[in-house]
């Protein structure tokens, strides 16, 4: 079977054992270690699914657990059916088979489309502002219309026959996450004698630095690839130590109680029939450490949804693991050294690298490495646009003037089948919010970054905002000997950091900092591509003329913020007002039908 | 989802519980020598601290006994449990005023 976008060496698969899959009942081939999302890359397929509402044609933008857009209705068998699944989680096995979603009569004419074409003409409210008159029409004919046009996926019809199970276990740590910092804390705790829980979402273990090759960090002479291997001897003596991999932390609860799914049987060939499809795991650990590192963001500027347009890290991720290369003449925009070390391993594996695009004035050491290869570097440039159907053929580039709008003169359209966008990174930080942990804006680093938490939990590495792998590790065994002190243990071994050989990042500029790269046409501009929501120009700042949404005091908030509680009861009777300072009338919470007191 | 030890038996998870309320208001000996307004004090008057507060559980899936719980309302922590009429252990800050 054709894979044109497949390297003839490298990656984490086994090309001995091929394995085909349908895809629309068509077939797709790929090898033990690829997922879905690659192996449709390697058959160079783009349009994989439909926008929620308006019906943008959709392409795979992440290679990870953020993605967006890849969502498939994936089949094992009867009753085995799971809609929306990420199509880059789901590993390949024989007989699987994939359908997209969200598009009649077929994902490449879709007529609910037209949505897109009419979206200036459905304001907001359109559904309940049009379709209620005539009275009796609503049940019999628009409501039935509208829920085929609306939601993701279609819910599986028959009993599914697999089996789930709960396991409840208690440990001194649970370390989540198996990326650098995560590793080198379980180990360190495990060898001081506490009993650690590693989860990992991933299959095997490695975190971010599985998605980093010759341009990554060389770790003891090393490339982490080659690092990594040597790894599991190490963890295996190192105690009492449950790693568990395709395993996510699905909650992790103020009280410390935390919520592990692990999936068991999704992944192998012939499961064993005793075994459940999926564990949930109920932790209680004494202690958590967060090294859930982050994720990277996509850019703003008008059509920045086009089929091609993916993550630089998501590039280097699947040319990492899956010998995949998402385009052959690539244009890359670094507004994060990301770019550049995408640019390098991709021109490295036989793409055609065009143009790297910085609108940064002092790019970091990776772009003079990129020059150094002979790649064309337009330093003070953004992307302004970009052309073709739905497949990307072409991307506007402009340079800056100082103030950062793209001057008139001077744009190019540069002809290219993938444009990488390097947009900086989000720490991951749900978690730690969730367990109680607060967050403070970082100007330096345009994120949240995590601040003061409860006492039993820490966060390590690029979750807590570490650019750099040594920062990470050294925050790991800082987090690992506060914990340990904390539970009373033992301290950590000492352990001499591991040589490692990185260029610092430059700071990145964040993807909002360039207005007038997307103000030109807000509305093909998106901001998050599975709802197709534009920038929200209307009632944001930036619309009504201030120059900069991006200044740091500007900058977003978290989402929820504990406010003081306003009383909503009646104010209280006569009788009542006259009961001292601080008592109330409320009940402490408790549950239903117990009523009377002890 | 709360770990609660029982005096009695043991840690064990919140679902076994049931939450009877804050401790220290006795019923009345003779509530129909009461007035309305100090029974619907005692019935309803609550002291909902911030900070450490002294409540009574249940162990209903349990033991079945009544205790003592010492609880921070603003983070959740148990601090302490001990059965009714022993006396509480110190260093809770429970005398303490409202944080």
């Not at chain 1, 090898?31 to 397929?45: E, V, Y």
């Not at chain 1, 594996?349 to 772009?367: C, F, W």
């Not at chain 1, 987090?479 to 340990?484: C, D, K, S």
Request: with cysteine; hydrophobic share 40%; glycine share 12%.
């Amino acid at each position: 079977m054709r894979q044109p976008f497949r390297l003839a060496t490298g990656g984490r698969i086994d090309r001995s054992r091929p394995i085909e899959v349908r895809l629309d009942g068509e077939r797709l081939s790929g090898f033990p270690g690829d997922t879905l999302a690659s192996a449709i890359l390697a058959r160079g397929i783009r349009l994989v699914g439909r926008s929620f509402k308006r019906h943008r044609p959709r392409g795979i933008l992440t290679a990870g657990p953020e993605e967006p857009n890849a969502l498939l209705r994936v089949e094992r068998g009867p009753g085995r059916v799971d809609p929306n699944s990420r199509a880059t989680l789901v590993e390949l096995v024989p007989g699987l088979s994939a359908a997209t979603q969200n598009a009649w009569p077929s994902l490449r004419h879709d007529l609910a489309g037209l949505f897109d074409r009419a979206a200036s003409f459905l304001p907001a409210g359109f559904y309940y502002k049009t379709f209620f008159r005539p009275a009796g029409a609503w049940e019999r004919l628009f409501e039935p219309a509208i829920r085929r046009l609306a939601g993701l996926g279609r819910a599986p019809e028959t009993a599914d026959p697999d089996r789930y199970l709960h396991r409840h276990v208690h440990c001194d740590l649970l370390v989540v996450g198996g990326g650098p910092a995560g590793l080198r804390a379980a180990g360190l705790a495990a060898r001081a004698g506490a009993r650690v829980i590693l989860a990992d979402e991933r299959p095997a273990p490695g975190g971010g630095l599985l998605d980093t090759g010759t341009a990554g960090p060389r770790i003891e002479g090393l490339l982490a690839a080659a690092w990594l291997e040597r790894l599991p001897g190490e963890l295996e003596g190192a105690g009492e130590l449950v790693q568990l991999s395709r395993t996510a932390v699905e909650a992790l609860h103020p009280s410390g109680h935390a919520l592990l799914l692990e999936r068991v049987t999704d992944h192998l060939q012939e499961p064993d029939p005793r075994l459940p499809r999926e564990r949930l795991w109920q932790v209680r650990p004494r202690a958590v450490l967060l090294a859930t590192g982050r994720i990277e963001r996509p850019l703003l500027f008008p059509d920045n949804d086009r089929l091609g347009i993916l993550l630089a890290g998501a590039a280097r991720a699947f040319l990492a693991g899956q010998a995949v290369l998402v385009g052959r003449d690539v244009v890359v925009a670094a507004f994060d050294d990301s770019g550049y070390a995408a640019a390098l391993e991709l021109a490295a594996a036989g793409a055609r690298v065009h143009a790297i695009v910085d609108p940064r004035g002092a790019p970091g050491p990776l772009a003079s490495a990129a020059e150094a290869a002979g790649l064309r570097l337009l330093a003070g440039w953004a992307p302004v646009g970009s052309e073709g159907g739905p497949g990307l053929r072409a991307v506007r580039l402009a340079p800056l003037d100082r103030t950062g709008r793209p001057d008139g003169r001077g744009e190019r359209t540069v002809p290219c089948d993938a444009l990488l966008v390097a947009g900086g990174w989000t720490p991951a930080v749900q978690l730690w919010a969730q367990a109680g942990g607060g967050l403070a804006w970082d100007a330096a680093a345009a994120a949240f970054l995590p601040t003061r938490g409860p006492s039993w939990l820490r966060i390590a590495g690029a979750a807590a905002g570490a650019r750099t792998l040594a920062e990470a590790l050294a925050q790991a065994d800082r987090a690992t000997a506060e914990l340990l002190a904390g539970l009373g243990l033992a301290p950590p071994p000492a352990e001499p950091l591991p040589a490692i050989e990185e260029p610092v990042p430059a700071p990145s500029t964040p993807p909002w900092a360039l207005p007038e790269t997307w103000r030109r046409d807000p509305k093909a501009t998106f901001v998050d591509s599975r709802t197709t929501s534009p920038w929200p120009t209307s009632s944001s700042r930036c619309a009504r003329g201030s120059p900069r949404p991006s200044t740091p005091s500007a900058g977003p908030r978290p989402g929820w913020r504990p406010t003081r509680a306003r009383p909503r009861h009646p104010p209280p009777s006569r009788s009542s007002r006259r009961r001292p300072a601080g008592r109330s009338t409320r009940w402490h919470p408790r549950p239903c039908g117990r009523l009377g007191r002890p | 989802m709360l770990v609660i030890p029982c005096p009695f038996c043991g840690p064990r998870e919140e679902v076994e519980f049931a939450c009877g309320g804050e401790a220290g208001s006795p019923r009345p000996a003779d509530p129909g020598a009461l007035d309305d307004a100090a029974w619907t004090a005692w019935l309803w008057g609550r002291v909902n601290r911030k900070g450490p507060q002294v409540e009574t559980w249940w162990h209903q899936a349990g033991c079945g006994r009544w205790f003592l719980v010492a609880r921070d309302s603003r983070d959740d922590r148990v601090l302490a449990t001990w059965p009714i009429g022993a006396p509480a252990p110190a260093g809770l800050g429970l005398e303490e005023p409202d944080p």
